[in-house]
């Protein structure tokens, strides 16, 4: 499989979620991030997702993916082979990451940090 390993680089936003949409899973075994970013495009691409169990990402993806330790190979390998082979699972994921997009927005997020900001300087 070495051969058919490619690393795209400078795509723009659009070849990217042509990409991401076309994949079978993603997999995101970060071990130091908080990021969700990456998780939550290709959940917006209806690309279901395994990725690690550490930091804020079960919090925000929810049951909208399939966890594993970043270290675990075999726990990595379970779950791609769990997306492969359960297409019912695949689809729930799917179905569970709808949702969140609509949750995590910019303007929401400036919205709330702003208010933040206000109340402490007011008080």
């Not at 993603?26 to 991030?33: G, N």
């Not at 495009?41 to 169990?53: D, E, H, K, L």
């Not at 390998?77 to 297409?87: F, G, I, P, S």
């Not at 709808?98 to 900001?117: E, K, V």
Request: charged share 15%.
């Amino acid at each position: 499989m070495r051969h058919e390993v490619k690393l795209l680089e400078n795509l723009s936003i659009t070849e990217l979620a042509k990409i991401t949409a076309a994949a079978y899973a993603m997999v995101y075994p970060v071990l130091y991030t908080d990021l969700a970013l990456p998780a939550l495009q290709a959940i917006r691409c209806g690309v279901p997702v395994v990725c690690s169990n550490t930091g804020a990402l079960p919090a925000i993806l929810g049951d909208a993916a399939l966890y594993a330790g970043p270290g675990n190979m075999d726990d990595i390998a379970q779950n791609m082979m769990l997306v492969y082979k359960d297409e019912q699972k695949a689809k729930a994921l799917v179905l569970a990451g709808n949702a969140l997009p609509g949750q995590y927005r910019w303007d929401q997020s400036a919205d709330g940090l702003m208010r933040s900001i206000l109340n402490a300087y007011n008080n």
